[in-house]
Structure formats: C-alpha cells, structure tokens
C-alpha cells in the first residue's frame, strides 16, 4: 500500500425501505445485510469492507430512522442508525427518488449534527415511469442541504454504483488498511446465519408478523463435512407461533430449505439446520429481553 492509499468509514444512513442494504449488498458483490420488502428489516449495524489497490471502503449499514412508535425495539433502531454517525468519514444519505417523507425530514435533520462530507444518493431511479422526472426531481432534492454530490443510482439494477463509489473514495482520509484486505465484515457467521433464517420468515410472512419476531441461533457446531446449526425463532403471542409454523409445518419447512441454501453458499459447505418456535411475551418492547437476544448498542 503507497503512500495515497485512503481507508475510512462510510455511514449508510436513510428511512426505513430505501435500499441501504440493497446497496451495500451491490457494492460488495454479496450478501452480508437481509433485504426484504418489508420496512425495518435491518435492526443491527453491520460493516461491510471492500478492499482494492488504492482503497478500503469500511460501509455501516444501519437500521432506517423513523418516527418513534412508542416500542422498545424502535428506540434500539433509531439510536443505533444515529450512533452511526458518529465518528465516520463521509455518510451517504439514501432517498427514494420517487418521494420524500416525513422520515426523510427526520433523517435530514440529524445530518445537522455532523461536520463530515454527506454524499445524497437518489436511489430507484429505474422506478420512474418517466425519466424526464429525473432532473428536476434532483435539483429539488438538491435544495435540501449542502451536499458534496448528489447522485442518482439504482441499487436493484447497479445504475451509477462505480459513480458513488469513486465519488466516496475521493472524500476518505489517506490513512492505511485497518481490515486485512479479504475481510467483508465484522460480522460472525453465526449472526449471518440468524440473519438469513430471519430474512426468508419477513419474505414468507404477513405484513405484521415479521416484527414480533426475532432469531436467536442456540448452538452452532461444525465438524467435517458439515456444520449443525440450531435455531429459535422468538414469537409474542401464540397465535404467532401456529403461523410461523403453517399447516403441518409447511412455512416452517419452506423457511428452512430456503435459508439452509443460503447458508451453504455463505460457508462454502453442507449444513444441518433445525428450527424451532418458542414463545416470549413482549420481548420486543422489553429492553432487558432486547439485550439477551443480542440487540445491544455497542455494536
């Protein structure tokens, strides 16, 4: 690594659903953030690092910022998205170019906190039925704040993501690797696994259910030529429970199969998922029950 070589941290920051883990995931050319369509999928912070001849790109992936909505669960993600802030090198503020919301207002006004360059992202551009929207739609947005770039991409497609990558690097301080250069995140396995059982119930289930639950990875073994893991699936309320499970296990079953196939491509290898569904009342409004499940703020 010369002399020019630049290293830093790059905050995601944006409301809920706007395709910051979409983007990180693009960026990276894999998966280490869950996506769904469902808002507040990413609850924890996680690094994403990409590491070539001139630079390492350290990206934190955040949770959305939103209204308070009065539980438990919602304050851990809004403090641990504003956490992010602190102590990085540029953030890049991700808005759907289609509208602008009052949790985008949100977002823009903790951005008034920071000192550091802020890069605007306008992502879903291959969303516009008309394209002519475009530019006045960025020159509106433009007017929000001063912002170093404002740059329209698609993260879905991969539309101008070597544009905010190069516009990134330019803005990190000359500084060497902190990472070895073939790390691509701070993340264990076992909590990618958890993630990724999680991912597949927020796709399956109905538009509510995914955020009275949460998973928690019981043992994880490995031996050769295969790796056992165990893992409980939280639910509030009983009701709960018989959806999670379906009828005669099917979205159980599905859920498994599903995250069993991404888990082998995550490892390189055969594993042996089991999953069970256990009830606690109100674990997601309960700051005790939050911390024993592993959503603590000193991610």
């Known amino acids: 690594m010369g002399d020019d070589f ?30 769904s369509r469902r808002p507040q999928t990413t609850r924890h912070r996680v690094l994403g690092i990409k590491t070539h001849d001139s630079a390492q790109l350290i990206y934190v992936d955040t ?22 802030l602190l102590d990085v ?91 070895p250069e073939d790390q691509v995140t701070d993340r264990s396995v076992r909590f990618l696994a958890a993630e990724l059982v999680r991912e597949k119930l927020f796709r399956k289930l109905g538009r509510e259910l995914p955020y009275g639950l949460t998973v928690e990875i019981e043992s994880f073994r490995s031996e050769p030529g295969i ?9 509030e309320r009983k009701s709960q429970k018989t959806i999670v499970i379906g009828r005669q296990g099917r979205v159980l079953k599905e859920v498994g199969m599903e995250a069993r196939k991404d888990i082998e491509a995550l490892i390189d290898g055969k594993v042996n998922l089991k999953l069970w569904v256990k009830i606690k009342a109100g674990w997601a409004d309960d700051e005790r029950a939050l911390r024993s499940l592993g959503y603590t703020q000193d991610e």
């Not at 949770?63 to 992010?84: F, K, L, V």
């Not at 790796?227 to 639910?235: F, G, K």
């Open 6 to 35: 630049r290293c830093g941290y790059i905050a995601l920051i944006g409301r809920p659903n706007v395709g910051k883990s979409t983007l990180l995931n693009r960026i990276l050319g894999q998966k280490i953030s869950i996506t």
């Open 63 to 84: 949770p959305g910022i939103h209204e308070y909505s009065g539980r438990a669960m919602n304050r851990h993600m809004n403090r641990t998205a504003s956490m992010a």
């Open 89 to 179: 090198d540029v953030v890049v503020f991700l808005v759907d170019g289609s509208r602008w919301t009052a949790d985008d207002e949100l977002v823009l006004k903790k951005l008034d906190t920071i000192d550091c360059p802020v890069i605007l992202a306008v992502n879903k551009i291959d969303l516009l039925a008309n394209r002519d929207e475009l530019l006045p739609r960025l020159q509106d947005l433009s007017g929000k704040r001063s912002f170093e770039q404002v740059i329209p991409i698609s993260a879905a497609k991969g539309d101008n993501i070597t544009a905010l990558e190069a516009a990134i690097e330019t803005l990190l301080p000359l500084a060497p690797a902190i990472f």
């Open 227 to 235: 790796t056992h893991i165990h893992a409980l699936i939280w639910v």
